[in-house]
């Protein structure tokens, strides 16, 4: 076999991945599992002295490896200190609040972990409390409460309701969406009660308060939607942007600036090192500036650990700019998708933000030099045709996935994102300053604040203009 070490190295990584892909729709026994990884364990002692049959046994043992890493994040069915043991059971728990809760218009989706000893459960039939016997109680919850009372982060509630396993809705998997983030049990309706404040993680509550504290000083200094939108494109917060509007973006393909994802932030940051280098400033200046710029974007919207997977591959581009090989960004990129696996598993088949980060990344690597050449005798301004082309070169590659998840095609998409995207930054920047200015006073933000309103009334008329072309999206 002639293949170097970094190729070697590369399918390693890649037969890690197959093995995740393969556990995700395969389901087998651990044992088996094990049992597989023992015999290419022996082939590899057994086949030393042959390198060919060597590496082909070390391939077996990453896939393998792969699909033992996706049974092991799976819990234990039959495990009683697991709060999804008791699922089809009424259950009164005490549970700290462990994301920042979702709020929509009809009410707020709240992630709670399991904390307590010898709660009390109730099953059908059967009158009065049954205790567990003294272990503690872990694991995820999903409730589902009205609007009002509104709670946050570290608050520690008392909870009576009935649990379920979650369920597939329709074609969409719900069940697999929760797994995801641990969640194997969802209360719809129950009774909730607050205990006490402050019990999370004190590093993420400063961080979330930091982000809260950031979105109110937005408020203050920019009136609706453009406030909105504003703290939708730097923390991600949708919540107040009206409903015709984010159909408007939908319809036009830009929902990516107010959606935290990598394929979101992989964009901005190709677009963001295009014009920094278009206007004179040096590549490793531009890295440091952005990379900088990544980083205060994760801590202000709260570091969770999908924004920050989106921070990890918007880094990612930034170092295959670096790197400047295409082989070694492969490399890079394979591993990269190796340790976020390591971590979380179920992201690969069940999270579209994912899958939409690495194909979007991936369009930028290896599908931009090829258009940059193409259009090489394009006229280029201010770094324009570079955006367009990396722009498209995400597109290219996220399209299929989109139409696959969300049926609708943005006939508009390439030239909303021409005319929008490269504005983003500038939002952005300004943006940042309105919302610090705004924390020391709402009169100061605001002065800043009417530049950024510019902004974003120009990136709403245009979405609004493109939107209104009858053809400008097609479902499929």
Same mark, same amino acid.
């Given at each position: 076999?002639?293949?170097?070490r970094?190729?070697?190295?590369?399918?390693?990584?890649?037969a890690?991945?197959l093995?995740?892909?393969?556990?995700?729709?395969?389901?087998?026994?651990?044992?088996?599992?094990?049992?597989?990884?023992?015999?290419?364990f022996i082939?590899?002692?057994?086949?030393?002295?042959?390198?060919?049959?060597r590496?082909?046994?070390v391939?077996?043992?990453?896939f393998?490896l792969?699909?033992i890493?996706l049974?092991?994040?799976?819990?234990?069915?039959n495990?009683?200190?697991q709060?999804?043991?008791?699922?089809?059971?009424?259950?009164?728990?005490?549970?700290?609040?462990?994301?920042?809760?979702?709020?929509?218009?009809?009410?707020?989706?709240?992630?709670?972990?399991?904390?307590?000893?010898?709660?009390?459960?109730?099953?059908?039939?059967?009158?009065?409390?049954?205790?567990?016997?003294?272990?503690?109680?872990?694991?995820?919850?999903?409730?589902?409460?009205?609007?009002?009372? +509104?709670?946050?982060?570290?608050?520690?509630?008392?909870?009576?309701?009935?649990?379920?396993?979650?369920?597939?809705?329709?074609?969409?998997?719900y069940?697999?969406y929760?797994?995801?983030?641990?969640?194997?049990?969802?209360?719809?309706?129950?009774?909730?009660?607050?205990?006490?404040?402050?019990?999370?993680?004190?590093i993420?509550?400063?961080?979330?308060?930091?982000?809260?504290?950031?979105?109110?000083?937005?408020?203050?200094?920019?009136?609706?939607?453009?406030?909105?939108?504003?703290?939708?494109?730097?923390?991600?917060?949708r919540?107040g942007?009206?409903?015709?509007?984010?159909e408007?973006?939908?319809?036009v393909?830009?929902?990516?600036?107010?959606?935290?994802?990598?394929?979101n932030?992989?964009?901005?940051?190709?677009a963001?090192?295009?014009?920094?280098?278009?206007?004179?400033?040096?590549?490793?200046?531009?890295?440091?500036?952005?990379?900088?710029?990544i980083?205060?974007?994760?801590?202000m919207?709260?570091?969770?650990?999908?924004?920050?997977?989106?921070g990890?591959?918007?880094?990612?581009?930034?170092?295959?700019?670096?790197?400047?090989?295409? +082989?070694?960004?492969?490399?890079?990129?394979?591993?990269?998708?190796?340790?976020?696996?390591?971590?979380?598993?179920k992201?690969?088949?069940?999270?579209?933000g994912?899958?939409? +980060?690495?194909?979007?990344?991936?369009?930028?690597?290896?599908?931009?030099?090829?258009?940059?050449?193409?259009?090489?005798?394009?006229?280029?301004?201010?770094?324009?045709?570079?955006?367009?082309?990396?722009?498209?070169?995400?597109?290219?590659?996220?399209?299929?996935?989109?139409?696959?998840?969300?049926?609708?095609?943005?006939?508009?998409?390439?030239?909303?994102?021409?005319l929008?995207?490269?504005?983003?930054?500038v939002?952005?920047?300004?943006?940042?300053?309105?919302?610090?200015?705004g924390?020391?006073?709402?009169?100061?933000?605001?002065?800043?604040?009417w530049g950024?309103?510019?902004?974003?009334?120009?990136?709403?008329l245009a979405a609004?203009?493109?939107?209104?072309?009858?053809?400008?999206?097609?479902?499929?």
């Amino acid at each position: 076999m002639s293949l170097g070490r970094s190729k070697i190295f590369l399918f390693c990584l890649l037969a890690f991945v197959l093995g995740v892909l393969a556990a995700s729709f395969w389901q087998i026994e651990f044992i088996y599992l094990y049992s597989l990884f023992l015999l290419f364990f022996i082939g590899f002692l057994i086949f030393w002295s042959k390198r060919t049959w060597r590496v082909i046994m070390v391939w077996g043992l990453f896939f393998v490896l792969g699909m033992i890493r996706l049974v092991l994040s799976a819990p234990t069915i039959n495990d009683p200190s697991q709060i999804s043991f008791y699922n089809g059971q009424d259950v009164v728990v005490e549970a700290v609040i462990a994301e920042e809760p979702d709020v929509r218009l009809d009410g707020q989706k709240i992630t709670v972990e399991v904390r307590g000893s010898s709660p009390s459960f109730t099953k059908e039939g059967v009158r009065g409390w049954l205790s567990i016997g003294g272990g503690v109680l872990r694991g995820r919850l999903l409730i589902k409460a009205p609007l009002y009372p +509104s709670y946050q982060y570290g608050d520690l509630l008392k909870i009576n309701c009935q649990i379920e396993a979650p369920e597939k809705i329709e074609d969409f998997a719900y069940d697999k969406y929760l797994a995801r983030y641990d969640i194997y049990s969802v209360c719809w309706r129950g009774q909730i009660e607050k205990v006490d404040s402050n019990q999370g993680n004190p590093i993420k509550a400063g961080l979330l308060g930091v982000k809260s504290g950031f979105i109110k000083a937005i408020n203050s200094s920019l009136p609706e939607p453009h406030a909105s939108l504003l703290a939708g494109i730097l923390v991600g917060a949708r919540r107040g942007i009206p409903e015709y509007l984010l159909e408007t973006f939908n319809r036009v393909g830009v929902t990516h600036i107010i959606a935290i994802s990598g394929s979101n932030i992989t964009i901005i940051a190709a677009a963001l090192l295009i014009l920094l280098q278009g206007i004179g400033v040096s590549r490793r200046h531009t890295f440091w500036l952005i990379s900088l710029g990544i980083a205060s974007f994760v801590v202000m919207t709260g570091a969770s650990a999908s924004v920050v997977r989106a921070g990890i591959m918007g880094l990612f581009v930034l170092l295959a700019s670096q790197l400047g090989r295409a +082989s070694r960004a492969t490399n890079a990129l394979a591993f990269t998708a190796f340790v976020m696996l390591l971590v979380n598993p179920k992201v690969l088949v069940f999270d579209a933000g994912f899958q939409l +980060s690495f194909l979007a990344t991936m369009g930028i690597v290896y599908i931009n030099p090829v258009l940059q050449k193409f259009a090489k005798k394009w006229p280029g301004v201010f770094g324009l045709k570079e955006v367009l082309i990396t722009t498209l070169s995400a597109i290219i590659m996220t399209t299929p996935l989109i139409l696959y998840q969300f049926g609708r095609f943005s006939v508009v998409a390439p030239v909303a994102n021409l005319l929008i995207v490269p504005l983003v930054s500038v939002v952005m920047a300004m943006g940042f300053i309105t919302g610090l200015l705004g924390l020391v006073s709402a009169a100061a933000g605001s002065v800043v604040g009417w530049g950024a309103w510019a902004v974003l009334e120009y990136i709403i008329l245009a979405a609004e203009f493109l939107s209104s072309w009858r053809w400008a999206s097609l479902g499929l």
